[in-house]
């Protein structure tokens, strides 16, 4: 046992039991350091992470390895989606220096937590040009104990140039409609045509970039737009990434064609998708999206629903094999004779069709992916029944094998994303238990992850809060959660607990120049405050502030934050029209920004049919970043509803649009052709 036993992070107990005495991040590892005058390693990754189990069982866990560590460093070993403040801070080096990165990251440090030598993983032997971990081990102590003066130059000089990077912030102004024309002709450059997505093998599910493509077609009516987004999707939801049995996404593709995952399940990627997926339905009224956005949600609820009532944040992508080897994709993967064994010749021989099952596999060992055939699904009939009776008894099947395991930690930041996806989904579908579901998450964040002055912790696992401060992540992507909810179920006490997060986010994380930073100004300081405006596999900080802050603003009528927000847009204007793909985020809420956003307040009594009519025209308005406030008349809850009488006598709708505002109306045909966008219809369910 090391000093990871007391962890709340199940990545670092993972480690509790290693012979490597590991440290967990703190001040007493690195004073240990220098009253030993020896490094620190410091290794990042976190539970899901393939690579990460591999050089934990080949390195961390072996005894010879785990002496030399012990006798020659101090070991650090971080949780990357505990402390993504650390993990960026040197993985910016980490890249620098290589040229790439990835995890699990591998740094050397002083005792002063100075960077001065890089990996990712290194094997137990040396392979395919690179050396082995001990051969790695053994330079770096040599370096430090006979040439200290040239490691604390390297040391110096990349921390130097650290603090030396700049970001091309440019105006602080939000783009114009040109910079987002740029973004979209720059996005069309790199899309795949023929397999949706952008750019090659590994390929990532494009999220952010899917929303801003709907956006742009709600707005400007583009069909090029609208085509990306319909096809990426399409192709990811027949492909191997997405899980064909049991709903959710993996959390990438290892080749162009979205054929073999690697498996790991994300609760940033489910979410963020299943909105996307839901977008795309009230966008074009797809059966396809529709059935990806519940299976989605479904999956969220199923496997990643903690007692407390928050969301898992991964699921590994490996799992023990019938001979108890632990194996990336075991959990998912089959042959046509697994197929056979479960359904029987004749439907086994349809299965392998349909899911595209063969003796010579897709994955390894002569292992399949489930993928479904282009085309559009069965609407009804026997072949759609006999796919619905196929697909169940596999998940049936599948259930009964060993399950990969789950990270139980709750992370605010994709829980907020969680319960806005939830929470519309729900809505648009009439599925009330989605969004009890996305509001006892956020009660969840309230009660344990939140103080009284609106400061939030990181993460929490069984109903504690852990130790460590929230970044702009969490802020923003918690209060576009509250602010989602609040639009559905007409509560307005989320608006006020956003405002409250979002107040900290002006006071504690906004340079004078209107640009944020990913810590707050009182966090723990590092060698360098990390500002990524950039997109990574979930929105970046900086960019999910500025949406919210101007959602917020259109609510409530605050000048102060919609000027905060556009200010920090700024910098996407500097890089959307240069690396869309990285500021998906970003672009989405300048559209809304271009757009308004759309302003629809909804009164009526509760329990009236014709309010909740109202109600649900306005949350299927394709207008985009449009923002929906309900509430009884007299009793406003959100500014927006303030002054909004009923039209005579009945629930009314009132809609405004950049400091203009229309007649109000009771008739949700006059209220969908006010929230509707220029590039869509609603769908027929909303009409």
Request: glycine share 10%.
């Amino acid at each position: 046992m090391n000093r990871l036993t007391g962890a709340t992070s199940p990545y670092l107990l993972q480690h509790a039991d290693n012979p490597v005495d590991w440290w967990p991040w703190g001040p007493e590892a690195f004073e240990e350091a220098r009253r030993r005058d020896v490094p620190v390693l410091l290794s990042v990754g976190y539970s899901a992470c393939h690579w990460c189990h591999v050089m934990a069982h080949e390195s961390f866990e072996d005894e010879a390895t785990a002496a030399y560590l012990n006798e020659h460093f101090v070991s650090v070993k971080v949780d990357r989606e505990e402390r993504p403040d650390i993990d960026a801070v040197y993985m910016e080096a980490v890249q620098a220096a290589t040229g790439q990165g990835g995890w699990p990251m591998t740094v050397f440090l002083t005792p002063s937590a100075e960077p001065f030598y890089f990996g990712t993983y290194f094997p137990p032997r040396p392979r395919q040009g690179m050396p082995s971990f001990r051969q790695v081990l053994e330079g770096v102590r040599t370096a430090w104990a006979d040439r200290r003066e040239e490691v604390a130059e390297v040391a110096g000089r990349i921390v130097r140039d650290l603090a030396e990077r700049s970001l091309p912030y440019g105006m602080p102004r939000p783009p114009g409609a040109d910079d987002l024309h740029s973004a979209l002709l720059a996005l069309t450059r790199e899309f795949d045509q023929a397999r949706g997505g952008f750019g090659g093998a590994p390929k990532f599910p494009p999220s952010m970039v899917l929303e801003f493509l709907l956006r742009h077609h709600a707005r400007t009516g583009s069909q090029a737009a609208l085509e990306m987004a319909r096809t990426t999707c399409e192709a990811m939801a027949r492909g191997g990434i997405h899980d064909q049995l049991g709903g959710g996404f993996a959390r990438y593709s290892v080749d162009a064609g979205w054929v073999v995952p690697h498996f790991e399940k994300m609760l940033y990627d489910n979410a963020l998708l299943g909105r996307v997926y839901a977008h795309l339905w009230r966008a074009t009224g797809s059966p396809l999206a529709r059935r990806v956005a519940l299976d989605t949600a479904d999956f969220l609820l199923r496997e990643l629903r903690t007692d407390q009532g928050g969301f898992a944040s991964a699921l590994d992508a490996d799992s023990e094999t019938p001979d108890g080897r632990h194996a990336e994709g075991a959990y998912y993967v089959w042959t046509p004779e697994q197929l056979t064994e479960v359904l029987g010749a004749e439907d086994g021989d349809f299965a392998a069709r349909h899911f595209q099952v063969t003796e010579e596999g897709t994955f390894e060992e002569g292992f399949s992916v489930l993928r479904q055939p282009a085309g559009p699904d069965p609407a009804d009939g026997a072949e759609a029944e006999r796919i619905a009776s196929v697909t169940e008894r596999l998940l049936a099947a599948r259930e009964r094998r060993p399950r990969p395991g789950r990270d139980d930690k709750v992370i605010a930041a994709w829980n907020g994303l969680a319960i806005a996806a939830l929470a519309e989904t729900g809505a648009y579908f009439d599925r009330p238990d989605l969004v009890e579901a996305a509001t006892a998450a956020a009660d969840l964040l309230v009660r344990v992850h939140m103080d009284h002055q609106g400061r939030l912790a990181r993460t929490s696992l069984d109903g504690t809060a852990g130790g460590h401060a929230g970044v702009l992540e969490d802020y923003a992507d918690v209060a576009e959660g509250f602010l989602t909810l609040a639009s559905v179920t007409g509560e307005g006490v989320w608006v006020d607990f956003a405002g409250l997060l979002l107040d900290t986010v002006l006071r504690h994380f906004t340079a004078s120049d209107g640009s944020l930073y990913d810590t707050a100004d009182d966090a723990e300081t590092l060698i360098r405050r990390p500002q990524d405006p950039t997109d990574n596999a979930a929105p970046s900080g900086w960019t999910a502030a500025a949406q919210a802050l101007i959602s917020y603003a259109a609510v409530t009528g605050s000048s102060r934050h919609r000027e905060a927000g556009e200010r920090a847009l700024g910098v996407v204007s500097a890089l959307g029209p240069r690396v869309p793909r990285f500021i998906g985020w970003g672009l989405a809420a300048a559209e809304a920004v271009l757009d308004g956003p759309r302003e629809v307040a909804v009164v009526g009594p509760a329990d009236d049919p014709a309010t909740r009519a109202l109600h649900r025209v306005a949350l299927l308005g394709t207008a985009p970043g449009a923002v929906v406030a309900l509430g009884e008349p007299g009793r406003p809850e959100v500014p927006l509803l303030a002054d909004r009488p009923l039209f005579h006598g009945r629930p009314a709708a009132y809609v405004c649009r950049a400091f203009t505002c229309d007649a109000p109306t009771a008739d949700p045909k006059v209220l969908a052709a006010a929230v509707r966008g220029a590039g869509a219809d609603l769908p027929a369910a909303g009409r």
